[in-house]
Every structure is written in structure tokens, then in C-alpha cells.
């Protein structure tokens, strides 16, 4: 389960760059205030991030950038 | 795959119903598809029972009540099959039924006797200020700790330094491969591992509706008038 855990996280880590590009081409703003939250580490600041990252305003950019990945790389999908 | 398997997992581990059965209904289609066949016939009843499940019933299972947990932590609930292992194995070591009886009537009392005994124990323990319980702290829990989270991010790193080597989300081909030896597959090969979820859907989705037409008959019927019936899946 471990191993299945961090893998999956190492793969996230790999992927990050590419969803960073994507997001400042189709929300800005949005990228601005994920960085701008990610450098702190405080309990609110944490869990503002939670709630922009489960807000329908990161969903559908993130599921996009997932269907963007499909189709452009059999292996991504996979 | 490993996703609906990690949210299966929180879903026991934080005792979250909807999350519970959410993420076994997607895990439903690879059981099919991957010959699983008890776990795809009884998995498919045990959906179809989840959803006609009495409301009170139902009502406990939102709450939580459907995994059981033995200290007041965090992340620590285990389904109630798992936690009766545990108490078989408080039986069979040291201190608990090995060495001490091999009698049927004496095995028995020790058994049926436990609540007992474990509720004798706790009332001392609390007597004695000597509890279980914890506070509600995220670092008493085993993978919160400094040491497991370093090791958990060196591990990480690793991980991802070993797939970028790979090439892994850099080189885009048109084609599954192995990573290791970049070994490419067949199109019969890449249409199964990659539809595979699809492909299993409409078989899952007939045999459910079956089945849940069949558990509302049996509900709505009272048992004693039905004859023994046997149903196969």
C-alpha cells in the first residue's frame, strides 16, 4: 500500500510542471493563489488550499488537463 | 487503479459509507474483467444489498458504523471481520488459550466470557487513570511522525528521480510500453489494459439491475411464503 502511495505521488510530482503550464494558460489567478498558498505552511492557510483544490473552479481545469494528457500519450492514460 | 484502491482504503480507515461504496462500485468492472469471479457475483449482491438497505441501518452506516476501531486515534478503523482476526489472535499466543486449555468447554467459556473480561479491564484501567485512549492528535498516528514523513519524502524523491530517468510523461509515443525495457505492446494488449473498465460496464450493469430487482421481490414478499430458491449468478 506504501509503495503504491508514493508512486503515485512520485508520478504527481513529475506531473506538476505540466499541470503549472496548463493552468496559467486558462486561470491565472487561480495559479497566482495556489503559489501564494503554497508557501505557507500555517493550519488556515492549509486548509484554504484544500478548499480551492476541491472547489469546481480547480476541478474543471484539472479534468481538462486529464483529458488533455489521454489523448496525447496512451501511457498517461494507463 | 491504485486511486479507487487508496480510496477504498480511506474510505474504512475514516469511516466514510458513500466514499465506501463508491469506490467498490469502480473497482466492480476489474473484478469482471480480470476473472475475479467470486468477488465480481457477491460483489454485485453485496452493492444491490447495500442499496436496499433499511433506513435506520443506513442511517448508522453514514455515521461511521460500519468499521470498528480499538483506540481513540485517527485513521485507525479496520472492517469488523479484521478486528475478529485480531481477536483470534489474542487467543492463539501467549496469554490467551496456547498452552493454557485444549478443552472444548473450557475454550468456550474463554470466548464467550471476553466482553466480560475486557469490560472488568477497562472499568480498572480507568480506575486507575491507566487508559488507551489518546488524545485526538493527527501525530500520534504511525505515518505522521517526523522520522516516517522524511523517510517517506526521501523515498519519494527517489521514486520520481528513478521515473524521470525512465522517461516517464516525457517521451510520448503512440503505443503502451515498458518503461524498463521500453518493450512495446500489441493493439489487442494496449485495447484491454486501457478499456478495461469500459469494457466490463454493460455486464456489470445488467447483473446488477437483476439483482436489485430480485432483492426488492424477496423484501417485498414475507419469507415464509417463499420456497427455497436458489439464485445463480
Known sequence: MRTHKLTLQALWQLLRPQLNTHLY?????????????????????????????????????ILNFVKLLKEEDPNAEF | MVSKMLYFTRARRDGLWELHLYAFRRMLPFFFRYDYVNCARWGTVYLAEMAN???????????????VKHANRRFNQVSPDQSTEWLNATGK??????????????LNRWTLSYNFRTLIASHTKQMFHVTMDDDDDIYTHTECTKGRRMKDDGDEARMATSLKQHGVFQNKVDTLYNMINKDLVTVSIQESLLGAQCLEKN??????????IWLQIMTSMSISKLPYTRIKL
Open chain 1, 25 to 61: 494558460s486558462v486561470d491565472v489567478e487561480l495559479r497566482a493563489e495556489l503559489d501564494s498558498l503554497e508557501s505557507l505552511s500555517d493550519t488556515e492557510s492549509i486548509s484554504q488550499m484544500v478548499d480551492t483544490l476541491t472547489s469546481e473552479r480547480f476541478h474543471q481545469p
Open chain 2, 53 to 67: 438497505v433499511p433506513p435506520d441501518i443506513l442511517l448508522e452506516f453514514q455515521q461511521g458504523n460500519f468499521v
Open chain 2, 93 to 106: 499466543k501467549s496469554g490467551g488459550l496456547v498452552g493454557f486449555t485444549k478443552v472444548a468447554s473450557s
Open chain 2, 203 to 212: 455486464s456489470l450493469i445488467s447483473l446488477l439491475k437483476n439483482v436489485s
